[in-house]
């Protein structure tokens, strides 16, 4: 089992940065797709960015080139830092571990973009 506790989430000015974090503790954190959502008031959650267990990445495209997804499997935390951030981009972020089929979330953290 994987518990998840995101942080960093703040309110920014257009063309601001932050780095979210996720912190996981259970075990085999660095066997776990760890992938990061957003939603938006009134929206569903959508897919931000992802990061397997071998390294690889994928995402959104409304997010390329402005969002970097890691982890850190010494510190049992993946993160993701946003640039050049938008008014869209507000939205509560959450991450999520799977592995064989299990998914676990955190509660999410609030990126506010607004002058």
């Known amino acids: 089992q994987l518990q998840l506790a995101e942080s960093g989430g703040d309110l920014v000015q257009p063309g601001g940065s932050l780095r979210l974090s996720c912190v996981a503790s259970?075990?085999?954190?660095?066997?776990?797709?760890m992938t990061w959502y957003f939603q938006a008031p009134g929206n569903k959650r959508e897919l931000v960015a992802e990061?397997?267990?071998?390294?690889?990445?994928m995402y959104a495209d409304s997010v390329k080139g402005r969002f970097t997804i890691s982890r850190d499997n010494a510190k049992n935390t993946v993160y993701l830092q946003m640039n050049n951030l938008k008014p869209e981009d507000t939205a509560v972020y959450y991450c999520?571990?799977?592995?064989?089929?299990?998914?676990?979330w955190g509660k999410g953290t609030l990126v506010t973009v607004s002058s």
């Open positions: 999520k571990g799977k592995l064989n089929g299990m998914e676990y």
């Open positions: 990061i397997t267990r071998d390294g690889i990445t």
């Open positions: 259970g075990s085999f954190f660095s066997l776990y797709t």
